[in-house]
C-alpha cells in the first residue's frame, strides 16, 4: 500500500513509525513531515492546510489510504475533498470536526444529546460572560471556541485571571477562533484520554492515557499542548472506561451521525473522572499528541488495517486490538520559551544516537539547517518515548536518553507518570 500521512509533529512521526513497521506497506510519504519522518519515508514540502496540494499529491502517489494527523487539516475540509477524488481518508468530514474545531458546538451537541459534562454558557460580548462568572464557584474555565493550538483554554484561579482572559480572548488574541468564548464549571478529578475509532457504522476502542498539560513540575504553571504522557494510566480501570464507552463515546457517535455527520476515524474523548463517573471535558476529532506516541510504542497490533478499517467502513470485520503488556512513557523536550513565544534555531546534539530498541525519539518542532544540522524550530520539540517493564523503568529509561541530549534552553518536566508512579507505590 501507498500511504500518505498528513502532518509535521510528534503525533505524525509516531503514526508514521508504526505505519512503516506493517507488512503491507510498500511506499510511506509524509507532507510536510520533520526530520525524523524523512528517516522513515519521503516527505513533501505541502503544508498540512494545503488542501488542493494535499488531494494533487495523494492523486500522485497513488495513495491507497491518507491518514491526516492534525485538526487543521480536518478544520479545512481535506476528508472531505480527499472522498470525493475517491481517496481513502482516515479522518473525518470538516463537519463532524465541529467536535474540535468549535468548544461552543462541542458543549450544546453534548447537552442536546444528554452526555454527561460541565456547566457552561456561550458568549459574544465580555460584561455578559463575567456576569455568568458570578454564578460559578473559582476556579474558572475560559475557552476560545475555535481551534487555537491547545493554548486556548485558561484554569483562571481568579476572578481577576478570568475577566482577563475573557477579555483578551474577545479582544483578539486567538483572531477569529476567539470570537466567542465558552465559560465553564471547573470540573474536579482526574483528567484521562480516551480513543476510539468509528467508520460511520462500527466503533472500536483504541487506547487510552494519561496527559500532563501544565508546563512545569507538579502540575504548575500555564496550559500546554501537553508536556508528557504515559500509559496504562490507573484512572482508565475497565470501569471508567465502560462508563467512558456508554455514556460518552458512544452517544458522541450516534448522535454525529443523527445529525447527518457520522465520524470516520479516531475520536479522543478528554475527560474528568469526577465522584460521579467521567464527564466530557472536550472532543478532539484526531490523535492526541503526546498520547499518540504513547500508544504507538504500546500497540502490539498492525496499525494500518485498523486505520485502513476506519476509513474504509470494515472496522467490524477486525478485532479488539491488542496492546504490549508494558508501561510506556513520553517525556516531551520543549524550547526556552514555550508555550510562549518559542526559541527557535537552536541546535540539538545527541538525538540522533541508538538508544536501543525500547526508546524512541520523536521529532516534532525540529528543522535541518543547510549543513544538515538538527534545529528546533518550534515549542515541542522532541519526544522521548520509553517503554519498561514498570512504569518506573520507562521513566528512568527515558530520563536517562534525556539526559544525554544537548539542547541549550530545553526544558522538560521530571514528574511526568507521577499519578501511575503513586498508585504503583500504594
Ligand atoms: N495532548 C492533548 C491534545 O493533543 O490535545
Given at each position: 500500500?501507498?500511504?500518505?500521512?498528513?502532518?509535521?509533529?510528534?503525533r505524525?512521526?509516531?503514526?508514521?513509525?508504526?505505519?512503516?513497521?506493517?507488512?503491507?506497506i510498500?511506499?510511506?510519504?509524509?507532507?510536510?513531515g520533520?526530520?525524523?519522518?524523512a528517516?522513515?519515508?519521503?516527505?513533501r514540502?505541502?503544508?498540512?492546510?494545503?488542501?488542493?496540494?494535499?488531494?494533487?499529491?495523494?492523486?500522485?502517489?497513488?495513495?491507497?489510504?491518507?491518514?491526516?494527523?492534525?485538526?487543521?487539516?480536518?478544520?479545512?475540509?481535506?476528508?472531505?475533498?480527499?472522498?470525493?477524488?475517491?481517496?481513502?481518508?482516515?479522518?473525518p468530514?470538516?463537519?463532524?470536526g465541529?467536535?474540535?474545531?468549535?468548544?461552543?458546538?462541542?458543549?450544546?451537541?453534548?447537552e442536546?444529546?444528554?452526555?454527561?459534562?460541565?456547566?457552561?454558557?456561550?458568549?459574544?460580548?465580555?460584561?455578559?460572560?463575567?456576569?455568568?462568572?458570578?454564578?460559578l464557584?473559582?476556579?474558572?474555565?475560559?475557552k476560545?471556541?475555535?481551534?487555537?493550538?491547545?493554548k486556548?483554554?485558561?484554569?483562571?484561579?481568579?476572578?481577576?485571571?478570568?475577566?482577563?482572559?475573557?477579555?483578551?480572548?474577545?479582544?483578539?488574541r486567538f483572531?477569529?477562533?476567539?470570537?466567542?468564548?465558552?465559560v465553564?464549571?471547573?470540573l474536579?478529578?482526574?483528567?484521562?484520554?480516551?480513543?476510539?475509532?468509528?467508520?460511520?457504522?462500527?466503533?472500536?476502542?483504541f487506547?487510552?492515557?494519561?496527559?500532563?498539560?501544565?508546563?512545569?513540575?507538579?502540575d504548575?504553571?500555564?496550559?500546554?499542548g501537553?508536556?508528557?504522557?504515559?500509559?496504562?494510566?490507573?484512572?482508565?480501570?475497565?470501569?471508567?472506561?465502560?462508563?467512558?464507552e456508554a455514556?460518552?463515546?458512544?452517544?458522541?457517535f450516534?448522535?454525529?451521525?443523527?445529525?447527518?455527520?457520522?465520524?470516520?476515524?479516531?475520536?479522543?474523548c478528554?475527560?474528568?473522572?469526577t465522584?460521579?463517573?467521567?464527564?466530557?471535558?472536550?472532543?478532539?476529532?484526531?490523535?492526541?499528541?503526546?498520547?499518540?506516541?504513547?500508544?504507538?510504542l504500546?500497540?502490539?497490533?498492525?496499525?494500518?488495517?485498523?486505520?485502513?478499517?476506519?476509513a474504509?467502513?470494515?472496522?467490524?470485520?477486525?478485532?479488539?486490538?491488542?496492546?504490549?503488556?508494558?508501561?510506556?512513557?513520553c517525556v516531551?523536550?520543549?524550547?526556552?520559551?514555550?508555550?510562549?513565544?518559542?526559541?527557535?534555531?537552536?541546535?540539538?546534539?545527541?538525538?540522533?544516537?541508538?538508544?536501543?530498541t525500547?526508546?524512541?525519539?520523536?521529532?516534532?518542532?525540529?528543522?535541518?539547517?543547510?549543513?544538515?544540522?538538527?534545529?528546533?524550530?518550534?515549542?515541542?520539540?522532541?519526544n522521548?518515548c520509553a517503554?519498561?517493564?514498570?512504569?518506573?523503568?520507562?521513566?528512568?529509561?527515558?530520563?536517562?536518553?534525556?539526559?544525554?541530549?544537548?539542547?541549550?534552553?530545553g526544558?522538560?518536566?521530571?514528574?511526568?507518570?507521577?499519578?501511575?508512579?503513586?498508585?504503583?507505590?500504594?
Amino acid at each position: 500500500m501507498n500511504i500518505l500521512v498528513i502532518g509535521s509533529g510528534g503525533r505524525e512521526h509516531a503514526l508514521a513509525w508504526k505505519i512503516v513497521a506493517s507488512p503491507l506497506i510498500t511506499r510511506l510519504v509524509c507532507a510536510p513531515g520533520n526530520p525524523g519522518m524523512a528517516a522513515l519515508g519521503e516527505t513533501r514540502n505541502v503544508s498540512a492546510k494545503d488542501v488542493e496540494g494535499q488531494v494533487a499529491l495523494a492523486r500522485e502517489i497513488k495513495a491507497d489510504l491518507v491518514v491526516i494527523g492534525p485538526e487543521i487539516a480536518i478544520e479545512a475540509g481535506l476528508a472531505d475533498r480527499l472522498t470525493q477524488a475517491g481517496v481513502p481518508c482516515f479522518g473525518p468530514t470538516a463537519s463532524a470536526g465541529r467536535l474540535e474545531s468549535s468548544k461552543a458546538f462541542t458543549k450544546v451537541f453534548a447537552e442536546r444529546h444528554g452526555l454527561p459534562t460541565g456547566r457552561f454558557a456561550v458568549f459574544e460580548a465580555a460584561d455578559p460572560a463575567r456576569a455568568y462568572l458570578d454564578t460559578l464557584a473559582a476556579p474558572f474555565v475560559i475557552k476560545a471556541d475555535g481551534l487555537a493550538a491547545g493554548k486556548g483554554v485558561v484554569i483562571a484561579p481568579d476572578r481577576a485571571t478570568a475577566d482577563a482572559a475573557i477579555d483578551d480572548m474577545l479582544g483578539g488574541r486567538f483572531g477569529a477562533a476567539g470570537a466567542r468564548v465558552v465559560v465553564e464549571e471547573f470540573l474536579v478529578g482526574e483528567i484521562a484520554s480516551q480513543f476510539a475509532l468509528c467508520d460511520g457504522k462500527t466503533s472500536l476502542l483504541f487506547g487510552g492515557a494519561q496527559d500532563h498539560k501544565r508546563a512545569f513540575d507538579g502540575d504548575e504553571g500555564p496550559n500546554t499542548g501537553g508536556m508528557g504522557a504515559y500509559a496504562p494510566a490507573p484512572v482508565l480501570s475497565d470501569a471508567t472506561v465502560a462508563r467512558a464507552e456508554a455514556e460518552l463515546i458512544a452517544p458522541a457517535f450516534a448522535g454525529i451521525a443523527a445529525e447527518g455527520a457520522p465520524y470516520r476515524g479516531v475520536l479522543f474523548c478528554e475527560m474528568m473522572v469526577t465522584a460521579e463517573g467521567p464527564k466530557l471535558v472536550e472532543f478532539n476529532v484526531r490523535f492526541g499528541d503526546p498520547e499518540c506516541q504513547v500508544l504507538m510504542l504500546r500497540l502490539e497490533s498492525d496499525l494500518v488495517p485498523y486505520l485502513l478499517a476506519a476509513a474504509t467502513g470494515t472496522l467490524h470485520t477486525l478485532p479488539a486490538p491488542v496492546w504490549r503488556d508494558e508501561a510506556v512513557i513520553c517525556v516531551v523536550l520543549a524550547a526556552e520559551g514555550y508555550p510562549g513565544t518559542p526559541k527557535t534555531g537552536v541546535a540539538i546534539a545527541g538525538a540522533g544516537a541508538d538508544f536501543g530498541t525500547d526508546v524512541v525519539v520523536f521529532h516534532a518542532g525540529t528543522t535541518r539547517g543547510d549543513d544538515g544540522a538538527l534545529l528546533s524550530s518550534g515549542g515541542r520539540v522532541l519526544n522521548i518515548c520509553a517503554r519498561g517493564a514498570t512504569l518506573a523503568q520507562a521513566r528512568d529509561r527515558a530520563y536517562a536518553v534525556i539526559d544525554r541530549i544537548d539542547f541549550p534552553g530545553g526544558f522538560c518536566r521530571r514528574d511526568i507518570g507521577w499519578r501511575g508512579l503513586a498508585a504503583a507505590a500504594d
